[in-house]
């Protein structure tokens, strides 16, 4: 999880000037992330909240994804041939 609130609303995309914002929100909202919205903290801390509980002491060694389904997406594809659009 470490660094996935870096991509998040509130996040390093403060920092970058409005038109690269909506640029990355834009391209969230229609469709290269599954989810359709950037994330927020609050969707990190439940990624964490989950694997520090009791319940969760048998993962070891976990990569988790914090992105909304970003990650499984491929830009070099069209959005209509993955089944996003």
């Known amino acids: ?10 996040g ?11 640029a990355i929100k834009s391209w969230h909202e229609i469709g290269w992330c599954p989810s359709r919205r ?8 439940n990624a964490t909240m989950l694997i520090c ?3 969760s002491s ?14 499984i997406m491929d830009t070099v594809f069209p959005l209509e041939i993955q ?3």
């Open 1 to 10: 999880i470490f660094g996935a609130a870096n991509l998040v609303d509130g």
């Open 12 to 22: 390093v995309l403060v920092g970058l000037p409005p038109e690269v914002q909506q």
């Open 38 to 45: 950037t994330g927020t903290p609050q969707d990190v801390a």
């Open 53 to 55: 509980m009791e319940e």
């Open 58 to 71: 048998w993962m070891t060694g976990q990569i988790f994804y914090v992105d909304g389904g970003a990650s």
């Open 83 to 85: 089944g996003a659009a």
